[in-house]
C-alpha cells in the first residue's frame, strides 16, 4: 500500500511510456522500486540498444519485465534495419534479446504505406507488440503533414493491426506534430485528432510538464503518455491524481 492510502487516489488506466536512454542494471533495479509499478512501456531510445552489450541489454530487459513492464527498441533501429534489408535480421534479434515490442515508424526515412503495412502485419505474426509511430525528426518534412494526414495515417495503422500509434514529439516536445515552436499545444489540431480517432490507442509523446498537463485536462488522468523522463514518472503520477497544483481540483 501506498503511502497516504486512505487517499484512495487509486487509477487503473492510462499507459506511460519511458525513454531510457542507457541506464545501467543496477540504477534500473534500484529506480523501479520507485516507480516501476507506474510504467507500462520502456523505449530504449534510437538506436541507444545496439551500441551497449547483448547481456546488459538482456539484464536491463529482464528487470524491467519484473514489473509487468513491456521493452521496445526506438523506431530509428527498426528503419536503419528496413532500409538495409535486414528486417527479418531485426525481428529476430529482439526476440533473442527479450524485447516483447516494436516500434514500426519513418520519422527519418521513406516508407511506403504498403512496406509499413507488411512490416506491421510481420512484426504481429511474429508475435510482437505493435506500435507505429506518425510524425517525422525533420520539423521541416514533419510541418508538410497536416492533421488530416496524421489522422489518416493512424486509422490505416489500426487497420493493419498495430496495438498503439505514437504521436511524435521527439525528446524536446517542440515544433514537432501536435507542439508549436514554444512546446505549446496546438489545441485545434489536438481537439480534431481525439474526434476522428479511438484515444485509448493514441500514445500522445509529453515530454514537458505543460503537455502533460495538457493533455491530462482534455482528455483525462489515463490519457496514454510517452516519451516521458525516467525522472519525471512520479511526477507525472502525481498530475494524474491531482496531487500537483497543476491539476488539483481539476480532474476526478
Not at 149 to 166: F, H, Q, T
Amino acid at each position: 500500500m501506498n503511502a497516504f492510502g486512505f487517499l484512495d487516489i487509486e487509477r487503473e488506466k492510462g499507459i506511460t511510456m519511458v525513454l531510457d536512454k542507457g541506464l545501467s542494471p543496477d540504477f534500473v533495479k534500484d529506480y523501479l522500486k520507485v516507480c516501476g509499478k507506474y510504467i507500462t512501456f520502456i523505449k530504449f531510445g534510437w538506436g541507444t540498444s545496439a551500441v551497449q552489450d547483448r547481456d546488459i541489454v538482456k539484464e536491463k530487459i529482464g528487470n524491467y519485465k519484473e514489473y509487468g513492464i513491456k521493452v521496445y527498441p526506438g523506431g530509428t533501429l527498426f528503419e536503419v534495419c528496413f532500409s538495409r534489408g535486414i528486417f527479418d535480421e531485426y525481428l529476430n534479434e529482439c526476440k533473442e534479446l527479450g524485447f516483447e515490442a516494436v516500434e514500426i515508424s519513418n520519422g527519418s526515412m521513406d516508407l511506403s504505406l504498403e512496406d509499413r503495412k507488411n512490416a506491421i502485419k510481420k512484426a504481429k505474426d511474429e508475435g510482437f507488440i505493435v506500435l507505429t509511430e506518425v510524425g517525422k525528426k525533420s520539423i521541416e518534412k514533419d510541418k508538410e503533414l497536416s492533421i488530416m494526414d496524421r489522422i489518416n495515417l493512424i486509422n490505416e495503422d489500426l487497420k493493419a493491426g498495430a496495438d498503439y500509434v505514437i504521436i511524435e514529439g521527439r525528446e524536446s516536445g517542440k515544433s514537432i506534430g501536435l507542439f508549436d515552436k514554444e512546446g505549446n499545444v496546438k489545441v485545434s489540431e489536438f481537439e480534431t485528432l481525439i474526434n476522428n480517432v479511438p484515444v485509448e490507442k493514441i500514445i500522445f509523446e509529453a515530454p514537458n510538464k505543460n503537455q502533460q498537463v495538457e493533455f491530462i485536462l482534455k482528455v483525462g488522468n489515463d490519457v496514454n503518455l510517452g516519451n516521458i523522463a525516467y525522472d519525471e514518472v512520479i511526477s507525472l503520477e502525481t498530475l494524474r491524481r491531482g496531487l500537483r497544483g497543476d491539476t488539483f481540483g481539476k480532474i476526478q
